[in-house]
């Protein structure tokens, strides 16, 4: 079984998905890369999405989905189903990753058993330049605020146990 399966939700990405996966690509080997097509309809993005498909230079093993477009939360959601580790790391197709963010945050659920899902500091580009620092915190906390970025390692078992992303926000 894979130590960490990354679902990557995308949707007209074509300008990010490369950068995407190879950031992707320095989380080691015991890893399994789940990209889910929300349904993009940029030719350029479906022609980056069949290169990965097919290029078998690709040191770990790399799943599409294309599924009709039904928003982020259910593409998330349909990658997080078919992964196959207990950790998932989940990152949105125009997204990447700093160099230690895997093993760091990662760290942080290994010590803390207790602890469902861990992320960091975001930092944006493109039309905003900027360091969002989120909170954190408990459950309670995530009632009333997003604490926490797209971009997170989460436990299997938590997503099971809360029944997964709310596919009617869109």
Known sequence: MKLLSFAVPCYNSAAYMKKCIESLLKGGDDVEIIIVDDGSTDETSMEVLEKIETDRRLPVPILIIRQPNSGVSAARNTGIREAKAPLILVLDGDD???????????KL???????????????TFGVLEALVRPLGGTAKDFLSRNCCPASHILRREAWEGCGGYDETMR
């Open 109 to 123: 659920l290994e010590e803390n058993p207790s602890m469902a899902a861990a992320s960091s500091w975001l930092h």
């Open 96 to 106: 990447g990753l700093a160099p230690s963010f895997i093993e760091e945050t990662g």
